[in-house]
């Protein structure tokens, strides 16, 4: 009997204690919920439409991920970011990643901000659960915002020329109802009959072109191909190819990639135009 009397003083203190942190702890999460609900500045070109209630969850499927990096375009109406990493606090490299919203996850405002976006434009994206393994990467997204303005000079050619090599090819400029303009690679040659490129892609529109015949476009009024000489590898812009003998394409811009020395233009000779300097 005094046993129990000894016992009742100190499991009524740990009654009262427990009930103290319970309380403490329920006015924290109150106060922070506060917190979170009233910071709703820095929403200047932003669309958002991710789901927040899930930011305390410990599991790391629902983990939201922020992610910054350069937007780019490509035909077949993909979109991508080249999502920014550092290795070891200094070296930076970026990994082509496919975006897209999930169903239900988009009220409209996401996809119109990504159509506004032009290739080079800095963003940052939300990811929930982790990008998926491929290449490129996958990530379907719950939120994007854009940064600041850029242009495709922001994307170095040897990204540009790996994604071309499957199959995907950069549009130049916003995404409008036209026929895009896109970048393809190869080897210049400027022969007595004009310049001409001789296409370095496995896939897509020049892939089944031995030489492609290429004249800026009118209304390009600031492209030249002057600088080039023969065998350089080039970036070349176009939208379209008409068919005639050989094939030809308006120009709408012109980047040097790598000096050549002419051996990468054999085909030209072979079907009879003198290479000229």
Not at 27 to 52: H, Q, V
Not at 165 to 176: D, F, L, N, R, W
Not at 191 to 220: H, N
Request: glycine residues 10%.
């Amino acid at each position: 009997m005094k046993l129990k009397i000894k016992l009742l003083p100190a499991i009524f203190l740990a009654a009262v204690l427990l009930a103290g942190c319970s309380k403490n702890e329920n006015a924290a999460d109150t106060a922070s919920a506060a917190l979170t609900a009233a910071d709703t500045s820095g929403t200047l070109g932003t669309a958002d439409t991710s789901d927040t209630a899930h930011e305390e969850d410990t599991e790391s499927w629902e983990t939201i991920q922020t992610i910054a990096g350069y937007y780019l375009r490509t035909d077949n109406e993909t979109n991508m970011i080249l999502a920014e990493y550092t290795v070891r606090g200094s070296e930076t490299y970026y990994e082509p990643t496919i975006i897209y919203f999930n169903d239900g996850q988009d009220d409209g405002q996401g996809n119109a901000l990504m159509d506004s976006l032009k290739n080079g434009d800095r963003m940052e994206i939300d990811v929930k659960g982790g990008v998926m393994e491929s290449y490129p990467a996958q990530a379907p997204i719950y939120g994007l915002r854009f940064i600041e303005s850029g242009d495709i000079s922001n994307i170095g050619s040897d990204l540009l020329l790996n994604l071309e090599s499957m199959g995907y090819h950069a549009v130049i400029g916003e995404k409008t109802d036209q026929p895009p303009v896109t970048r393809h690679s190869g080897y210049f040659a400027r022969t007595e009959k004009g310049c001409f490129l001789i296409p370095s892609e496995e896939y897509g529109m020049l892939s089944e072109i031995d030489v492609l015949k290429i004249t800026p476009a009118p209304e390009a009024a600031d492209i030249s191909l002057d600088g080039f000489k023969t065998g350089d590898r080039i970036w070349v812009d176009i939208m379209t190819i008409d068919e005639l003998d050989p094939p030809a394409a308006m120009v709408y811009g012109a980047v040097f990639i790598e000096s050549g020395d002419g051996t990468a233009v054999s085909r030209i000779e072979e079907i009879g135009y003198a290479i000229i300097e």
